[in-house]
């Protein structure tokens, strides 16, 4: 199988399903609230519909295990886009508030079920001599979509208005799934993934990695996740304008997304340990210090320093995952492994919100920083006792 794989026969049922779903996703992620407020709600209910579309990918972890278990990672991707898609339609058909909550939430549940299939058929596919840089292309359509998603979006409201959104992502899905449908199914076939869906009985069995990396891989999620919610506040609070701090987390984002790659070859070649803990060494320091940016230098500095340590870390999670995972409990035991990481990101926004509340937001800031520290002592311990490295083939 080794000497047989090609990265390249995974860009029609992985990589530009997984770009075009992510954009989907990414396209409504600023129309959620938007559309919430142009149906007359506050601020505070109009950010609970964004918070339904992370909840629902929280929460849906454990049934997309069983889905996946019963119909396979291809039928899974599949059913995964038509649902959204269908789920566009409903929010383009403007119903009202407690409706977008759903579907937010129902948008949120799919992206979880996409995610758990892909990410257990590249365990499956991917032989573990190429799964690191394999990953990181992964990465980096995630990276690809979510700067495609919001252009599309934009584009389509100026012309036609918010709900003209919502058709944008429904078609990147349908365009998802005629992607996926185009392979054949003996040329995506795997090995059964688990033992029918029962995560709680694997995650015990399993409690060592998931307490120790499984925690490491949350708290680089959620340090990913502060990085997207914290910069922004600290741009209003610093006075920059929209347009100036819009163009710096345009840059930063391209700096990113140009370096994913990178995060692939460093594994490849010096193992998960130099991809993880200078990652949550840079962001926790970034937080630690957050404090002395005070003017638009400084700001460009901090974002342009924690766009680096994210394009570092493109993959590890998937790859560890991957690594983690058991044979003959594989969904199960990454149902189990993507609830921690899925529960890093939403805990992340209530983090910096309450502790912003209660103290101010450079504390805040540091208070996670230091959080990313603890992350980095993790997996400098918990990486050779679990997933010791594996040669890689270049």
Not at 45 to 54: D, H, L, N, R, W
Not at 113 to 128: D, I, K, M, N
Not at 290 to 317: K, Q, Y
Request: with cysteine; hydrophobic share 55%.
């Amino acid at each position: 199988m080794t000497e047989n794989f090609k990265k390249r026969s995974l860009t029609l049922p992985v990589y530009l399903p997984s770009l075009l779903f992510e954009a989907a996703l990414s396209s409504l992620l600023p129309i959620f609230p938007a559309t919430a407020t142009e149906y007359g709600f506050d601020l505070a209910s109009a950010g609970a519909v964004t918070a339904a579309a992370m909840l629902g990918t929280l929460l849906f972890e454990l049934p997309a295990s069983s889905i996946v278990n019963r119909l396979g990672e291809r039928t899974s991707m599949i059913v995964a886009t038509v649902v959204a898609a269908m789920f566009g339609v409903l929010g383009f058909l403007n119903l009202g508030y407690w409706p977008l909550l759903l579907i937010a939430m129902g948008f949120g549940a799919m992206f979880s079920l996409f995610g758990l299939s892909r990410h257990s058929l590249l365990a499956a596919q991917v032989p573990v001599s190429h799964r690191a840089k394999a990953m990181s292309l992964l990465g980096g359509s995630f990276r690809g979509g979510a700067a495609l998603g919001p252009i599309l979006g934009s584009l389509a409201v100026a012309q036609f208005g918010t709900e003209a959104a919502y058709l944008v992502a429904s078609s990147l899905c349908l365009v998802a799934m005629i992607a996926v449908t185009s392979v054949p199914k003996n040329k995506l076939h795997s090995p059964p993934s688990g033992q029918h869906g029962n995560v709680w009985e694997v995650a015990k069995r399993e409690r060592a990695k998931l307490l120790t990396l499984g925690m490491a891989s949350a708290i680089i999620s959620a340090g990913r996740t502060i990085r997207m919610i914290g910069l922004p506040l600290l741009a209003i609070q610093l006075g920059i304008d929209p347009a100036t701090a819009s163009l710096i987390f345009g840059v930063t984002g391209v700096i990113d997304f140009a370096l994913f790659y990178a995060s692939g070859l460093i594994m490849s070649r010096w193992g998960k340990f130099w991809s993880s803990v200078p990652t949550l060494l840079a962001l926790g320091v970034s937080y630690l210090f957050a404090f002395m940016v005070t003017d638009l230098n400084t700001f460009w500095i901090l974002a342009s320093l924690t766009a680096l340590a994210n394009a570092a870390s493109a993959g590890i999670n998937m790859v560890l995952g991957a690594d983690l995972a058991p044979d003959g409990a594989r969904s199960e035991f990454l149902a189990a492994f993507r609830m921690m990481t899925s529960g890093g990101v939403v805990l992340a926004p209530l983090m910096i919100t309450t502790l912003t509340a209660l103290i101010a937001l450079p504390a805040a800031l540091a208070i996670t920083g230091l959080l990313n520290f603890y992350g980095a002592f993790l997996f400098w311990k918990y990486l050779p006792i679990h997933a010791p490295n594996k040669k890689s083939i270049d």
